[in-house]
């Protein structure tokens, strides 16, 4: 045998020598627990990420719920807004036509009002004219107690006709 493959030898003995003293040493048994417990830590960090998973999934599924339901209730509120704003304008609308029916009936009733008084004074002139003018004409013609007793009955009769 050469050297080399002597230093071979001695260096696979030496190795099975180190070997058996760490299994008589029990590393073998710590690297095992270590490896175990790396082992179980990393499961449970993935039942833990797991876990957080489904909780942010259930979040997520909660939110879109939560705006659905916001958008719904926004539309309901835009629908209910547009109704009253409807509702408004046809009341301001029917009032706005009740104001001016009222003031047309109001004015109509004053016109109706002047054109009496004014067909009253027109006929309370006359009168006084008729009256005026059947003195004169009377107090022309006739002369003393039977003058006066005439125009007196005729302006009478005068104003209780255009009256």
């Given at each position: 045998m050469n050297e080399m493959s002597l230093a071979e030898i001695w260096v696979a003995v030496a190795f099975l020598v180190f070997v058996g003293i760490l299994l008589y040493a029990g590393v073998h048994r710590a690297l095992a627990a270590a490896l175990d417990s790396r082992g179980q830590r990393i499961a449970a960090e993935l039942e833990e990420a797991r876990r957080l998973k489904e909780e942010a999934q259930k979040l997520v599924a909660e939110f879109k719920r939560k705006q659905r339901e916001a958008e719904a209730e926004a539309e309901s509120i835009v629908t209910a807004a547009k109704a009253e704003a409807e509702r408004l304008a046809a009341e301001a609308k029917a009032k706005l036509e009740d104001f001016v029916t009222r003031r047309t009936k109001m004015a109509e009733d004053k016109i109706t009002q002047?054109?009496?008084?004014?067909?009253?004074?027109?006929?309370?002139?006359?009168?006084?004219?008729?009256?005026?003018?059947?003195?004169?004409?009377?107090?022309?013609?006739a002369h003393g107690a039977v003058a006066d007793r005439l125009i007196s009955g005729a302006i009478g009769d005068v104003k209780s006709k255009l009256n």
């Open positions: 002047a054109e009496h008084q004014a067909i009253a004074d027109v006929k309370a002139i006359a009168a006084d004219v008729a009256a005026k003018a059947a003195e004169t004409l009377l107090g022309h013609a």
